[in-house]
């Protein structure tokens, strides 16, 4: 066989050069059945081909006015099957002849060009990056639309979207093509789940780009894939199953688009988002899911917000956490904390969710081991008590929260936890301003946590922490005294005031917390020993007035009180 091989390479050689278009065929032929029939290693026929030289040849072969520009194709897209091969057919010049080729309107040409084209740029970033710049996008789309009767050509061009639309610089071209339109089109006519399958492969990566987003809504998408739940909800094939996933995620993709989601949305009216409003009381654990995933992502503004917390999904959402308590699936949890975190931002919903329970709802999930969930909680809750005072009160005085909060703001390998338990620590005292608040944060050994959160490398953080440490000082310096001088924070006020980098917010409420720490005795000598008066002095030229007026009243107290 091995003979074979080499015989038809060396006659194809000479024909290719200078003979008939019969001949030359006939020696096509030779090769292709050689290829077919090899028994040896993908390695030994690489080395035979690539020693001949005739690939280079195979560039002059790949034009229209050729005989037999689709058996060329063909042979190359065999060989470049071995991953050996494709740099040598990229040296050997072969893509910009076979780009060319994709204009030609024959068929079994358009196959195997395309053929051999995703088998040399095959899992090769910088391969396909090119074919992009050479502007494969737009002819492959249209040659989508022209023979999608064809499932070859149709299965060839999706899979080189496939892999195409993988690139982030694809995005752009395919936003000003028509693949929304052509890829519903031939998304509607699919029967088979394994074409489906295609299709969605493309979808996923396409549906990223907002300006596709909305094209594929526009295009009716949304529709299909709302069928396509409605067929497999209660189906316990498996792919029906895998095939109600797909479809319900995509639909939560495309409302992660501004525009898209707004015209889905359609005022709380449009069809679709009642559709998505009956998942959530599903039974179905992937519908559930995709539901309350949906609604965090209609909940992106305010508008909305308030719309669908005055016409009860708040209700739906909690009724859904409750029968999540006990069995504990992760993924929904999360996303109906979403939901709810996010309805929680106008103010105006804040009251109205605080009068529904949804601060005990969220309780309910103190224990919960999982990071994901913790995080999502500790945000509603935060979200909830923004400027609500009795809110805040009541669950600053939570003993059993307050706890889980020292515990979770000391979750080093959880830096979100950890960040947005400091941070609810510090709006329970910023936003309830109670003396019973603050015993409870002390007693629970939170003053440390609130220390440390000044020095975060955030400046809200940073303030946040500085704000409510002020409010511990003014309201109940005696009871934190000692937790303070352990906390080491006049060391770190003092690093906060010294530091150049340090924001003009950050300097300014320091010098107030300064000035409210001087009424103790331990922290107002270690300030003097520290040297305070000198760090304030400096800050009375910064080039921020107000920094630069409390620095004046700051050195003032200091200089009194020393």
Same mark, same amino acid.
Request: charged letters at 20%; hydrophobic letters at 45%.
């Given at each position: 066989?091995?003979?074979?091989?080499?015989?038809?390479?060396?006659?194809?050689?000479?024909?290719?050069?200078? @003979?008939?278009?019969?001949?030359?065929?006939?020696?096509?032929?030779?090769?292709?059945?050689?290829?077919?029939?090899?028994?040896?290693?993908?390695?030994?026929?690489?080395?035979?081909?690539?020693?001949?030289?005739?690939?280079?040849?195979?560039?002059?072969?790949?034009?229209?006015?050729? @005989?037999?520009?689709?058996? #060329? $194709?063909?042979?190359?897209?065999?060989?470049?099957?071995?991953?050996?091969?494709?740099?040598?057919?990229?040296?050997?010049?072969?893509?910009?002849?076979?780009?060319?080729?994709?204009?030609?309107?024959?068929?079994?040409?358009?196959?195997?060009t395309g053929r051999a084209l995703g088998n040399i740029c095959y899992d090769s970033h910088t391969l396909q990056?090119?074919?992009?710049?050479?502007g494969v996008i737009p002819t492959l789309v249209k040659l989508l639309g022209i023979h999608c009767q064809n499932?070859?050509?149709?299965?060839?061009?999706?899979?080189?979207?496939?892999?195409?639309?993988?690139?982030?610089?694809?995005?752009?071209?395919?936003?000003?093509?028509?693949?929304?339109?052509?890829?519903?089109?031939?998304?509607?006519?699919?029967?088979?789940?394994?074409?489906?399958?295609?299709?969605?492969?493309?979808?996923?990566?396409?549906?990223?780009?907002?300006?596709?987003?909305?094209?594929?809504?526009?295009?009716?998408?949304?529709?299909?894939?709302?069928?396509?739940?409605?067929?497999?909800?209660?189906?316990?094939?498996?792919?029906?199953?895998?095939?109600?996933?797909?479809?319900?995620?995509?639909?939560?993709?495309?409302?992660?688009?501004?525009? @898209?989601?707004?015209?889905?949305?359609?005022?709380?009216?449009?069809?679709?988002?009642?559709?998505?409003?009956?998942?959530?009381?599903?039974?179905?654990?992937?519908?559930?899911?995709?539901?309350?995933?949906?609604?965090?992502?209609?909940?992106?503004?305010?508008?909305?917000?308030?719309?669908?917390?005055?016409?009860?999904?708040?209700?739906?959402?909690?009724?859904?956490?409750?029968?999540? #308590?006990?069995?504990?699936?992760?993924?929904?949890?999360?996303?109906?904390?979403?939901?709810?975190?996010?309805?929680?931002?106008?103010? #105006?919903?804040?009251?109205?969710?605080?009068?529904?329970?949804?601060?005990?709802?969220?309780?309910?999930?103190?224990?919960?081991?999982?990071?994901?969930?913790?995080?999502?909680?500790?945000?509603?809750?935060?979200?909830?008590?923004?400027?609500?005072?009795?809110?805040?009160?009541?669950?600053?005085?939570?003993?059993?929260?307050?706890?889980?909060? #020292?515990?979770?703001?000391?979750?080093?390998?959880?830096?979100?936890?950890?960040?947005?338990?400091?941070?609810?620590?510090?709006?329970?005292?910023?936003? @309830?301003?109670?003396?019973?608040?603050?015993?409870?944060?002390?007693?629970?050994?939170?003053?440390?946590?609130?220390?440390?959160? $000044?020095?975060?490398?955030?400046?809200?953080?940073?303030?946040?922490?500085?704000?409510?440490?002020?409010?511990?000082? $003014?309201?109940?310096?005696?009871?934190?005294?000692?937790?303070?001088?352990?906390?080491?924070?006049?060391?770190?006020?003092?690093?906060?005031?010294?530091?150049?980098?340090?924001?003009?917010?950050?300097?300014?409420?320091?010098?107030?917390?300064?000035?409210?720490?001087?009424?103790?005795?331990?922290?107002?000598?270690?300030?003097?020993?520290?040297?305070?008066?000198?760090?304030?002095?400096?800050?009375?030229?910064?080039?921020?007035?107000?920094?630069?007026?409390?620095?004046?009243?700051?050195?003032?107290?200091?200089?009194?009180?020393?």
């Amino acid at each position: 066989m091995a003979d074979n091989l080499s015989d038809a390479l060396k006659k194809l050689k000479i024909t290719a050069v200078d @003979s008939t278009a019969d001949s030359l065929e006939g020696c096509l032929d030779c090769l292709l059945q050689a290829l077919a029939q090899n028994s040896f290693s993908d390695t030994e026929t690489s080395e035979k081909i690539q020693k001949s030289g005739i690939l280079p040849v195979f560039a002059s072969l790949l034009t229209p006015q050729s @005989s037999c520009p689709a058996k #060329v $194709a063909n042979i190359i897209a065999e060989v470049a099957k071995n991953e050996f091969m494709r740099n040598s057919c990229v040296d050997a010049g072969l893509i910009p002849p076979l780009v060319q080729l994709l204009n030609c309107k024959d068929q079994e040409v358009l196959l195997q060009t395309g053929r051999a084209l995703g088998n040399i740029c095959y899992d090769s970033h910088t391969l396909q990056s090119q074919l992009i710049n050479m502007g494969v996008i737009p002819t492959l789309v249209k040659l989508l639309g022209i023979h999608c009767q064809n499932a070859a050509l149709t299965e060839m061009c999706l899979v080189a979207f496939g892999n195409l639309a993988e690139l982030e610089s694809s995005k752009e071209q395919f936003a000003y093509t028509n693949i929304a339109e052509e890829i519903v089109k031939l998304f509607k006519k699919q029967i088979e789940h394994d074409k489906k399958e295609m299709i969605f492969e493309v979808l996923a990566p396409l549906a990223e780009n907002d300006i596709i987003k909305l094209q594929l809504v526009e295009a009716g998408l949304v529709e299909c894939l709302l069928e396509i739940v409605q067929k497999t909800v209660d189906s316990d094939k498996e792919d029906d199953i895998a095939e109600l996933k797909t479809a319900s995620d995509l639909m939560v993709l495309l409302l992660l688009g501004d525009e @898209s989601m707004q015209k889905l949305f359609e005022g709380g009216k449009g069809s679709v988002f009642q559709r998505v409003l009956s998942w959530i009381p599903s039974n179905n654990h992937q519908l559930q899911l995709a539901g309350a995933l949906a609604i965090a992502n209609f909940a992106r503004n305010d508008g909305n917000c308030i719309h669908m917390v005055d016409n009860g999904i708040v209700q739906k959402l909690m009724d859904l956490l409750d029968r999540h #308590v006990e069995d504990g699936n992760v993924t929904v949890q999360h996303a109906a904390l979403s939901a709810l975190r996010n309805l929680a931002i106008p103010v #105006v919903n804040k009251s109205k969710m605080l009068s529904a329970g949804v601060a005990e709802a969220v309780l309910k999930f103190l224990r919960s081991e999982m990071p994901p969930v913790q995080f999502k909680l500790l945000g509603t809750l935060r979200m909830l008590i923004d400027a609500q005072a009795e809110a805040a009160e009541q669950l600053g005085k939570n003993v059993k929260l307050v706890e889980r909060l #020292v515990e979770w703001c000391e979750a080093k390998d959880h830096a979100g936890v950890m960040g947005e338990s400091n941070r609810l620590l510090s709006a329970l005292i910023r936003h @309830s301003k109670s003396k019973d608040v603050i015993r409870t944060i002390v007693q629970s050994g939170g003053i440390k946590h609130l220390a440390t959160m $000044a020095t975060s490398e955030h400046v809200i953080m940073q303030n946040e922490a500085l704000v409510a440490l002020a409010l511990i000082a $003014a309201l109940e310096l005696v009871t934190a005294e000692k937790d303070l001088e352990n906390a080491k924070l006049v060391q770190i006020l003092h690093r906060l005031l010294s530091d150049e980098r340090s924001a003009p917010e950050i300097k300014y409420n320091s010098m107030v917390l300064i000035c409210a720490l001087m009424a103790s005795e331990p922290l107002h000598k270690e300030m003097q020993s520290l040297a305070f008066l000198e760090v304030v002095s400096k800050l009375r030229s910064h080039e921020n007035k107000t920094v630069a007026q409390q620095a004046s009243l700051t050195e003032q107290r200091l200089a009194v009180e020393s």
